[in-house]
């Protein structure tokens, strides 16, 4: 007989709890920024983005791109094809979602996990920061801070061992382990 226990929290704690693991980081990367680029290079980026021209499509598109990087990070690390996740949108909340279909060892979890977090927010921030891109550098931050709930189910499962199974939680975040 298998147990379970639950790594997971609900929605209105995740997002809390996403805010501050995320904004630690975010916050450094706009620091790197501006001492680089000088202090009022990020505001300028913030500005820029908000522009709903920009913000609206990238945001749109960043979102749904979050979601198809967990959806590739899951397949390819757990070797499974990207059938075996699924994806979709709640149309009650208009939110997208990737969510394995069968339980997988911790590690491609974990892998599928952070993919979307460095993909869209730390590495498009540090390129910001080579290049001096400051609208840029806003979408890393975004997508940093996007990622926060991502961090936080990773966190929950941080003593997990790397071979043992776990099932991503359909509606909580975080996943349920398989002992």
């Known amino acids: ?16 709890v ?17 001492a680089r680029w000088g202090w009022a290079a990020p505001v300028h980026g913030l500005l820029h983005f908000l522009d709903w021209r920009i913000a609206v499509p990238a945001v749109g598109v960043g979102i749904v791109a979050h979601e198809a990087l967990h959806a590739l990070g899951w397949a390819l690390a757990s070797r499974r094809p990207l059938g075996a996740i699924a994806m979709g949108i709640h149309w009650s909340t208009l939110t997208p979602y990737a969510h394995p279909r069968e ?19 730390i590495v498009p921030a540090l390129i910001a920061i080579g290049l001096g891109w400051s609208t ?16 936080l189910a990773l966190w929950l499962i941080r003593g997990v061992p790397s071979g043992r199974l776990v099932q991503d939680h359909p509606t909580r975040v975080g996943c349920i ?3």
């Open 1 to 16: 007989m298998t147990r379970a226990r639950d790594c997971s929290v609900g929605m209105l704690r995740a997002n809390v």
């Open 18 to 34: 996403a805010v501050v693991l995320a904004a630690p980081v975010a916050a450094a990367l706009w620091f790197l920024y501006a």
């Open 103 to 121: 339980p997988m060892a911790a590690r491609p979890y974990r892998i599928g996990g952070m993919v979307p977090g460095l993909v869209l927010g």
């Open 136 to 151: 840029l550098l806003i979408f890393g931050l975004v997508f940093t801070l996007a990622a926060g709930g991502d961090a």
């Open 177 to 179: 382990v398989l002992e």
